[in-house]
């Protein structure tokens, strides 16, 4: 009997005052009912679709609910037209209606649309396709999918031979102990106040955000909380998020690699990992069609050499080296000569950073750019500066002091596995406005990935 009134005083007090997404969903859960849930999605302006999607999986409700959804909202209406025609396996019926979908404001409907055209591609071999789909909604991707969208991802990068299964670090496991040190999740589902603040500024500070940057950081936040009049940390996470996002997405930046031939200096300090990278770019810039020479430029050790030969060797490509304690310039003019006389596509030099004879080493890259700029005009294209993110804070003084030394076109921030600082990334960005092209995720060749802001910083608060 009570269960029956309650029923019926729901629907009246919905009656009276409409504006209740919350409740409208309750309702169409509890009664099957289209309306109540055509409702739910259209007072949350389509935020509810998430929950909306979850309780329309038959194929009845889907049909009520796309009766009421009004025409005016065209990609919402898009999307259950889209999931009443997969429901009768009218495949490419529902893609050109999740297509329209797709086009929304909304992320959580451009999300399902996106999901649901992934779902349709793989079902039709198309798995490369699929998998692009995958990667433009993996941002948005509300928190309750996230594990379905990366289940998907998962299959379809296995199927596509971009993954082997269990064999390859995914990005999650490699940023895995930053993500503990930051540790985002304590801060959810509270209240915004001075406390929240002060343990919000600690965290970023211990992450190796940098103090300057950390402090600034918490400083915009208090004027967005302000200005946007935010209630709750999540609201707050999330503009933190944004923050990031677009510091970061001012200093990333692709290889430049179109020129051919075109020359790739790495530089950096002994141990950073600059062999190990020259490596496994070597290897990934052959598999997309390159041809690629390594020369042995880091003469000091005989064992470096050797070490760059295993590489070039694993990735297939010819290396050039001098003697131990040659001349590095002229490893690296004999290197050119062969690029050019056999019209390969990129050289990439490996050198020894010895930065505490900072004028020796001023002199020596001086050298080593002369030599290549004479014998191929404009380059060299990328001058790469590799840190190791265990150094933390101490690899923002290494790049001042390289900055003083040469121009820097990108910087690969290495060992991101091993380490809890990744916050440096951010430190970067913000204080030496070098773009970052390349983070290093474990010692394997699969493990060189090109940075993508958008990606990183889901994967922090994820
Ligand atoms: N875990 C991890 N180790 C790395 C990474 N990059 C390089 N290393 C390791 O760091 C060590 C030094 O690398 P190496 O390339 O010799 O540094 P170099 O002296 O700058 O040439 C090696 O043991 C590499 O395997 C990475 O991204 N993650
Ligand atoms: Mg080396």
Known sequence: MLGFFK?????????ENPNQPEKWLKLAEKENDGEALSNAIIYSNGNLVTEAVKIAKEKKLIEETLKHIPDSE???????????????????????FFETAFQSGNKKVKFFAGYNIAEILKEEGLNEEALKIVKQIEAITPDSEKKTLQKLKKELEEKTGKRKAGFFKTFKEGLKKTREALNFSVFKGREIDEELFEELEERLILADIGVKTSLQLIDELRKETKKRKLKTSDELLEVLKEKLKNLLSNYAGELRTENSPSVILVLG?????????????????????????????????????????????????????????????????????????????????????????????????????????????????????????NTGQNAISQAKAFKEITDVTGIVLTKLDGTA?????????????????????GEKIEDLRPFNPEEFVEELFS
Do not use: C
């Open 269 to 389: 300090v002994n141990g950073v990992g600059k062999t190990t990278t020259i490596g496994k770019l070597a290897k990934q810039l052959k598999d997309k069609g390159k041809s690629v020479l390594l020369a042995a430029a880091d003469t000091f050790r005989a064992a470096a050499i050797e070490q760059l030969e295993v590489w070039a060797e694993r990735a297939d490509v010819r290396i050039v080296k001098g003697s131990e304690g040659a001349d590095p310039a002229s490893v690296v003019f004999d290197a050119v000569q062969s690029l050019k006389a056999r019209g390969e596509d990129i050289l990439i030099v490996d050198t020894a950073g010895r930065l505490h004879n900072k004028d020796r080493l001023m002199k020596e890259i001086k050298k080593i750019k002369k030599v290549i700029s004479r014998e191929i005009p404009g380059e060299p294209s990328e001058i790469l500066l590799v840190l190791d993110a």
């Open 74 to 96: 065209k990609e919402i209406k898009a999307l259950f037209a889209g999931l009443k025609e997969k429901e009768n396996n009218k495949l490419s019926r529902a893609r050109n």
């Open 7 to 15: 029923r019926k005083g729901l629907r009246e007090e919905l009656k």
């Open 421 to 441: 600082k990744g916050g440096i990334v951010v430190a970067i960005a913000s204080e030496l406005k070098i773009p970052i092209k390349y983070i290093g995720i």
